[in-house]
Each structure stands twice: as structure tokens, then as C-alpha cells.
DNA sequence: GCCGTTTTCGGCCCGACTGTTTTCAGTCG
């Protein structure tokens, strides 16, 4: 049993409750114990008692009591029992844009509906239309909203998203109705996934502005039309919404947009404890607006730094941000080389000395070139004799080139914790990065057990992609990423961001405690093609949500001192 | 279900839009 099972339990609970009608503060009570235990530094394992969990702020007697009963016995009766008073199917029902649990359970107590498929149907028999409540105008949104559901499951990926979202917001910003304008909420906070894009702006004439927005070309479908607000549908299924207001109400709408709800409640707290009230309008102190030019000037009012929207997340940002203790965070052009590039040696499509052309050309100082390895004949992974070819013809490349070219291999970790080649090779490479490309489904502790004794290895000196998970895909593998990151922080192994927009693995919720552990880090883009190369800005956003600064990544380090530490590590 | 520098009971953040209503419930963020 692990704090993700535990976080899990909690979130499905409120979910279940919220289907079955529960009181809406039960339902928050049990979301804001997710969030406490999630974000608190207890380890928590069969062994852990309700005594310390109702230590943890939001978790009281009774969440205590039932967690106890679950990370003791892997089962928890109250969950067993509500889980099972409620159809799965409308679980996934929840999932429409629309449809809230209410309604959901209207339908289920009233039509007997359980899944999307049954809805689906009934309403094509416009059974929806005469009931209390519905409509046909209700009917029709139900079912554009199982559309969108079975096309893309409701969720995007930041990577996929990014650039037509910044192609709207400058049309916006184009217009001559916009003064102020800005992407917002989860997308402005760089967040793996989105569900939608957020935009705030600014204007003297709502209303045009309005106009302007639900009129743009890439508009496939208007969903709602207001004066302050409005959404829209992107042909690739995302939906936009805009928030319009005055300009001096600017930097509280967008504050208040970029989110997360998590890191807005918190702050509301904060400024209800100083009576003042704060909402999307302004902060008010008896009713009286305090006039803040930006979003910086409303955190100075609270004795605060500026966050940065990545840090928004309520993660110790704003306690952080009281104590002048905020990280100062990574940037794209802190970025001096970048190491985990596949070529035509292996699985990627292009050649070596077509990467190192578009290295120079982007003026970096360093490019590391990781081909697959032995074990990984399904990715013409290289063997005993191709691997000296390749010193050969990089050898060859180096002469032609002033950029610095790192040899290096990506080596499978194998089932039993071993490397796939032998230390003889391995000790040829400038660095050797490890993992897991097979054998994903073991139990958790023989997971950890391998990947820690890989580690041992004194060639290896990366550990890649360390949970395997594949966003919106596959889930990571089972593993106690926590003793691992511990293990690799001990033993001085660097700890990968996998900058692919489908990994973005070390995810950045755990960044924050490997760097308190002693971890440093790399941000590779695992490029397989030319394009992939400039995936490590998706990595640096990982980093800086996961508080790591210039020093905590080594490919920010001149190639001197990379090459010395990745050095250092074998002797 | 949780919490408490005023509280062990009575609060719990707040506002916009839609659709179905004739003043409001549901949903969303």
C-alpha cells in the first residue's frame, strides 16, 4: 500500500459520494484528505497508524480510522460498500462536460441509466427532453458532450495543445479590443495535460471583443456566449475559454484563472485571516478595492514573492513565498547540451551528423548521443561488434565538428536488476544510461529491487523515464519511486527528466522531494527525429514545476564539469 | 467529514452561464 493507492481511495470516495448525494462538505472533506496526504511527508506503508495520519491537517478521526483499516488490510469496508451501491458506469458518466453528478443521478434513479452507452441511447430516443429539469437543449449538449468524451477522453496533452493555444492567444492579442491578454489556467501553469484552454483578457468593449473570439477561423463550435465569458471548441476537440474583463480588474482574473482551485483556496484562506475578501474582481478590505497593478503587486499585499504559474500548485509555493524562499527556477536558455539522442544507429530516423549540424546550428555546447543496446533488438539496438562502428563513425564526426560529442548508450536494465552489457563495454561510454523497456508487469518490490541494484552498476550514470509511465496511455509501472529516487540521490546516479511530451517522466510532482533528497538531474529530450530535439523545453517545464533550479541540472553545466561528474561517478 | 487565538457547533470560497424556469438549480472553473 502506497500515499498513491491511499490518495486514490480518498478521491474516489468523494466521487462516490458526490453520485450518491452526499452533503457537499463530506464530499469536500474526503477530496481535501487526498490532497493532505498527498502533499504531506509522511511515508505511508501497512505499518502506518490513524494516530499519525489525524497528525496530517485535513485528515480527521474518521478518514484516519478508514485508511488505517486499508493500508493494514488492503481493504476498506466502507468504501466496499458505497462502491458497491453505485453503478461503475456512471463514474464514467461524470466524465461528460455538462452532465454533473445531480443529473447523473436523476437519470440513474429515474431512467435507470448506468453507462454512456444507455444515455447515449436515450437520448437519440429523446427521452430526455420531457423530464423535469431537461430539455432538448440539455438532451443535445449530452450528447455533443459523449462525443467529445469517446473521441478523446476529456483530456489533452500539453504538447499536442501548446501551439494552437498560443496561435489563438495572438490573434487576441492582435485585436485592437484586447489590452491585456494571456493564456491562463493549467496550460499557463505548464501542466502535463489539459483539459482546456483559459484565457483572460482585458477590453473596454466586451462585447466585440466577444464577437471577435467566437468568430476566429479555428472555431469548430460555439458552446456558451456571454458578456464576461465565453467557450468555444477547437477543431481537435479542446474547448477555449475566455474570461473578459475592465483592465484594472486584469491582474485578479488572471491570478484568479491561472489557478490551481487548490493554490486559490489556500490563498483566499490567507486573505481571509487578513479580512480581506478575494475574488476574480479584486481584493477587497471592508468592501473597499485594494488597486494592484499586476499579479506581483496582489502577493505583495500578503508580504509574498512572486509564484511563478508553475509553482502554483499548492505545494509549499506560497508558504515559501511568505519566507523569501522560492526557488529561483530553471530556464529554457540555461540549457547548454542535451544528452538521450537516437539515431539511425538505432531506432531514430535521422543521422548523427544531421543532429550535431542542428546542434551547432542552435548553438549548444555539448550533444549526447545514447543509442539502444543489445537487449533492445526490436529498436536495432547495437551489439558487441556495431557498438565500436559507432565509437568510429562519432570518432570520425568529432574531427569535422567544434561541438563536444558524449558517447553513450541507453542499456536495458534485464528482469534481474543486471545491465545487458558487460562492464568491459559498458566502462567505453562517457555516460551509460539505464532502463526498463521490458518486463513492466512485476510487483512492486521486485521492481524497486531491480531497478536499484541496476544502479549499483558503477557505469551507470542516468536512470531513464524511472516510472515508464506514457501519459493519457499507460500507467507507470508498479515501484516504490520514492526508495528510488532515495537510492539514485545515494549512490550518485543523475536522475533523467524524460522531456518527451508523452513521458515528461520524473514526473514533476516528485522533482521537489529528489532534490531534497541529494538528487541531481538531466533533461533529455530521448529524441528519435530532428523535431524531438526541441522537446526539452517540455522537460524544463517539468523542472520548474518541480522547483529545480540552474544548479539541480546538469546539462546546464558547462561540458568540463558534466564530463568531470559523469567521470567521477565510475572512479 | 474537518476544524477552532471568538467557536466542540456551525461554519466550510465564489461567481458566470445555460437551460429550464418564472426565480432557480446544475455545472463549471
Not at 213 to 237: A, H, N, P, Q, Y
Not at 379 to 388: C, I, K, P, Q, Y
Not at 498 to 513: G, T
Request: glycine residues 8%; aromatic residues 8%.
Amino acid at each position: 500500500m502506497s500515499k498513491k493507492e491511499a490518495v486514490n481511495i480518498l478521491n474516489e470516495i468523494a466521487t462516490l459520494l458526490e453520485l450518491s448525494g452526499a452533503d457537499f462538505f463530506k464530499v469536500r472533506a474526503y477530496n481535501n484528505g487526498a490532497r493532505a496526504i498527498e502533499s504531506s511527508d509522511i511515508t505511508i506503508d501497512q505499518n502506518t497508524t490513524a494516530k499519525e495520519l489525524s497528525n496530517i491537517k485535513g485528515i480527521g478521526k474518521a478518514i484516519a480510522q478508514k485508511l488505517e483499516e486499508f493500508l493494514s488490510t488492503g481493504k476498506m469496508k466502507y468504501y466496499e460498500e458505497l462502491k458497491a451501491s453505485i453503478p461503475s458506469g456512471l463514474m464514467d458518466m461524470l466524465k461528460i462536460p455538462g452532465l454533473g453528478p445531480k443529473k447523473i443521478k436523476y437519470l440513474y434513479e429515474e431512467l435507470g441509466i448506468t453507462t454512456i452507452r444507455e444515455l447515449e441511447f436515450e437520448c437519440q430516443e429523446n427521452f430526455l427532453i420531457d423530464l423535469p429539469g431537461f430539455g432538448k437543449k440539455t438532451q443535445d449538449n449530452i450528447l455533443k458532450g459523449i462525443e467529445v468524451v469517446k473521441r478523446f477522453q476529456g483530456n489533452f496533452l500539453y504538447g499536442e495543445i501548446i501551439g494552437q493555444a498560443e496561435n489563438l492567444i495572438g490573434e487576441i492579442k492582435g485585436s485592437k479590443k484586447v489590452i491585456r491578454a494571456s493564456l491562463a489556467g493549467s496550460i499557463r501553469r505548464k501542466k502535463e495535460t489539459v483539459k482546456d484552454i483559459d484565457i483572460v483578457a482585458s477590453s473596454k468593449d466586451h462585447d466585440s471583443l466577444m464577437n471577435f473570439f467566437t468568430t476566429r477561423e479555428c472555431v469548430m463550435d460555439v458552446i456558451s456566449r456571454g458578456d464576461t465569458k465565453s467557450s468555444i471548441r477547437l477543431e481537435s476537440g479542446i474547448a477555449v475559454d475566455i474570461r473578459v474583463v475592465d483592465d484594472d480588474q486584469y491582474p485578479y482574473a488572471l491570478h484568479h484563472f491561472t489557478g490551481s482551485k487548490e493554490h486559490n483556496t489556500a490563498m483566499r484562506s490567507i486573505a481571509k485571516k487578513n479580512k480581506i475578501k478575494m475574488n476574480e474582481y479584486g481584493l477587497f478590505k471592508e468592501d473597499k478595492l485594494i488597486r494592484c497593478k499586476d499579479e506581483a503587486h496582489i502577493f505583495s499585499q500578503f508580504g509574498m514573492d512572486y509564484i511563478e504559474p508553475e509553482l502554483r500548485e499548492n505545494f509549499g509555493e506560497i508558504e515559501a513565498a511568505r519566507d523569501k524562499k522560492l526557488p529561483d527556477l530553471v530556464g529554457i536558455s540555461d540549457i547548454e547540451g542535451l544528452l538521450h539522442i537516437h539515431t539511425d544507429f538505432s531506432d531514430g530516423s535521422m543521422s548523427a551528423s544531421q543532429v550535431v549540424e542542428y546542434m551547432e546550428s542552435k548553438d549548444f555546447s555539448y550533444v549526447g548521443f545514447s543509442e539502444h543496446s543489445i537487449a533492445a533488438q526490436y529498436a536495432g539496438g547495437l551489439n558487441n561488434d556495431t557498438v565500436h562502428e559507432y565509437f568510429d563513425a562519432l570518432d570520425a564526426l568529432q574531427k569535422k565538428h567544434s561541438i563536444k560529442i558524449l558517447k553513450g548508450i541507453e542499456s536495458d536494465i534485464m528482469p534481474d536488476g543486471s545491465l545487458d552489457f558487460d562492464d568491459g563495454i559498458l566502462s567505453l561510454f562517457d555516460f551509460v544510461i539505464i532502463s526498463v523497456h521490458t518486463g513492466f508487469n512485476m510487483d512492486e518490490e521486485k521492481m524497486t529491487d531491480r531497478i536499484i541494484k541496476a544502479m549499483d552498476n558503477k557505469y551507470a550514470t542516468i536512470l531513464a523515464h524511472p516510472t515508464g509511465r506514457i501519459l493519457l496511455a499507460r500507467e507507470p509501472y508498479k515501484i516504490n519511486i520514492i526508495k528510488v529516487i532515495e537510492a539514485a540521490a545515494e549512490k550518485g546516479v543523475f536522475i533523467e527528466i524524460n522531456a518527451n511530451p508523452f513521458r515528461l517522466d520524473l514526473d514533476w510532482r516528485y522533482c521537489k522531494q529528489a532534490k531534497e533528497a541529494g538528487a541531481k538531474f538531466l533533461i533529455n529530450p530521448d529524441a528519435h527525429n530532428l523535431e524531438g530535439l526541441s522537446d526539452y523545453t517540455y522537460g524544463v517545464n517539468t523542472a520548474r514545476k518541480g522547483w529545480l533550479e540552474k544548479q539541480d541540472i546538469l546539462n546546464t553545466y558547462p561540458v568540463k564539469k558534466l564530463e568531470e561528474l559523469l567521470k567521477s561517478r565510475k572512479e
